[in-house]
C-alpha cells in the first residue's frame, strides 16, 4: 500500500510540474511566446508556425460597362452591359462565377438578353519572391439565347504571370478557348488564343492603375483579330469596399472604338 501511495504522490507531483496555459504543447516555463492561437502550429519555443485554419474569403462585384460594337453580331451599336462576379478566395485557390446582360440599341433594331455565364477556378503560385504566377481553367456555359440554337458550352484556360519591382510590376496572359458552337450556313467559328502585356504602378498601398495591349482571335474564321489598348484602374476605398475603372480604345475594326467600365466590389 505504501508503495502505491508513492507513485500516485510522484505521479501527481509531476502533473502539477507541468504548465502550457496556452495548450500549444510546450511548457509555461520555456514558451518564448505565450498565448498563441490553439489554431497554431508551434515550434520548439512555443512560437507561431503557420495557421492550420485556411484563410478564406468572397467578394462580389457589380458593373456596369459601354461599348459601340454588339460583339454577339460583330455590328456597331451602342451596347450597355451589366454584369455580376463572385469570388471565392481559399489560400492560393481561388473560384469564380460570372454572368452579365446586355442591351443594344441601334437604329435598325434593339437586342437584349444575358451573355454566357462562365465558372473558371484558378491556382496561385510564386516559383521566385516577386514573380507571381496565375494558371485557370473554366467552362463557359450558353446562357444567352442564340437565335439559330447553335450556341454550345465553350472551356478556357489561362495563364498570367505577374513580376512585382518595387511599386511596379509587369505582366502578360495567354488564354485559350475551345469553342463549341456548331458552324451555321455561312458562319463558321473557330478556337481563339488571345494574349495581352502591361505595366502598372501602386501610386499609394490604396491606388493602382496600369497600361496594357491585348489583341485575341474573334471567334469567327472571317474577322480580323480584336486588338485594343486599355488604362484600368484599382481603388480601395476601405478594407473592404473597392472600385475599378477601365477605358480601352479599339485598334482594330473589329474591336469597340471606345469601351468604358466601371465596377464595385465588396470584400468579406
Given at each position: 500500500m505504501?508503495?502505491?501511495l508513492?507513485?500516485?504522490?510522484?505521479?501527481?507531483m509531476?502533473?502539477f510540474a507541468?504548465?502550457?496555459?496556452?495548450l500549444d504543447?510546450v511548457d509555461?516555463?520555456?514558451?518564448?511566446?505565450?498565448?498563441?492561437p490553439?489554431t497554431?502550429l508551434?515550434?520548439a519555443?512555443?512560437?507561431?508556425?503557420k495557421?492550420v485554419?485556411?484563410?478564406?474569403?468572397?467578394d462580389?462585384?457589380?458593373?456596369?460597362s459601354?461599348?459601340?460594337?454588339n460583339?454577339r453580331?460583330?455590328?456597331r451599336?451602342d451596347?450597355?452591359?451589366?454584369t455580376?462576379?463572385i469570388?471565392?478566395?481559399?489560400?492560393?485557390f481561388?473560384?469564380q462565377?460570372?454572368t452579365?446582360?446586355?442591351r443594344?440599341d441601334?437604329?435598325?433594331?434593339?437586342d437584349s438578353?444575358l451573355?454566357?455565364?462562365?465558372?473558371?477556378?484558378?491556382?496561385?503560385f510564386k516559383?521566385?519572391?516577386?514573380l507571381?504566377?496565375?494558371?485557370?481553367a473554366g467552362?463557359?456555359?450558353?446562357?444567352?439565347d442564340?437565335?439559330?440554337?447553335?450556341?454550345?458550352?465553350?472551356?478556357t484556360?489561362?495563364v498570367?504571370?505577374?513580376?512585382?519591382?518595387?511599386?511596379?510590376?509587369?505582366?502578360?496572359?495567354y488564354?485559350?478557348?475551345?469553342?463549341?458552337?456548331?458552324?451555321?450556313?455561312t458562319?463558321?467559328?473557330q478556337?481563339t488564343?488571345?494574349?495581352?502585356?502591361g505595366?502598372?504602378y501602386?501610386?499609394?498601398?490604396k491606388?493602382?492603375a496600369?497600361?496594357?495591349?491585348?489583341?485575341?482571335?474573334s471567334?469567327?474564321k472571317?474577322?480580323?483579330?480584336?486588338?485594343?489598348?486599355?488604362?484600368?484602374t484599382?481603388?480601395?476605398?476601405d478594407?473592404?469596399w473597392?472600385?475599378?475603372?477601365n477605358f480601352?480604345?479599339?485598334?482594330?475594326?473589329?474591336?469597340?472604338?471606345?469601351?468604358v467600365?466601371?465596377?464595385?466590389g465588396?470584400y468579406?
Amino acid at each position: 500500500m505504501k508503495k502505491i501511495l508513492t507513485v500516485l504522490f510522484l505521479s501527481s507531483m509531476m502533473l502539477f510540474a507541468y504548465t502550457d496555459m496556452d495548450l500549444d504543447g510546450v511548457d509555461d516555463s520555456v514558451d518564448k511566446c505565450p498565448n498563441t492561437p490553439i489554431t497554431d502550429l508551434v515550434d520548439a519555443n512555443g512560437c507561431s508556425i503557420k495557421s492550420v485554419i485556411s484563410e478564406q474569403h468572397f467578394d462580389i462585384i457589380f458593373g456596369v460597362s459601354y461599348s459601340d460594337l454588339n460583339y454577339r453580331y460583330n455590328e456597331r451599336t451602342d451596347t450597355y452591359t451589366s454584369t455580376v462576379q463572385i469570388d471565392y478566395y481559399k489560400d492560393a485557390f481561388s473560384l469564380q462565377l460570372s454572368t452579365s446582360y446586355f442591351r443594344s440599341d441601334s437604329s435598325s433594331y434593339d437586342d437584349s438578353g444575358l451573355n454566357d455565364t462562365t465558372v473558371a477556378a484558378y491556382y496561385r503560385f510564386k516559383p521566385l519572391p516577386n514573380l507571381t504566377i496565375n494558371a485557370g481553367a473554366g467552362v463557359i456555359f450558353p446562357t444567352y439565347d442564340a437565335e439559330l440554337g447553335n450556341n454550345n458550352t465553350d472551356y478556357t484556360a489561362s495563364v498570367n504571370f505577374s513580376y512585382a519591382i518595387n511599386n511596379s510590376n509587369i505582366f502578360a496572359g495567354y488564354n485559350f478557348t475551345l469553342v463549341g458552337d456548331d458552324d451555321v450556313d455561312t458562319v463558321q467559328y473557330q478556337n481563339t488564343n488571345a494574349f495581352s502585356v502591361g505595366a502598372g504602378y501602386y501610386f499609394t498601398p490604396k491606388l493602382y492603375a496600369s497600361l496594357s495591349y491585348y489583341r485575341a482571335d474573334s471567334i469567327y474564321k472571317s474577322v480580323e483579330d480584336i486588338e485594343n489598348v486599355s488604362i484600368y484602374t484599382f481603388y480601395s476605398i476601405d478594407a473592404n469596399w473597392f472600385v475599378t475603372a477601365n477605358f480601352a480604345k479599339g485598334l482594330s475594326d473589329s474591336t469597340s472604338d471606345d469601351y468604358v467600365a466601371l465596377r464595385i466590389g465588396y470584400y468579406f
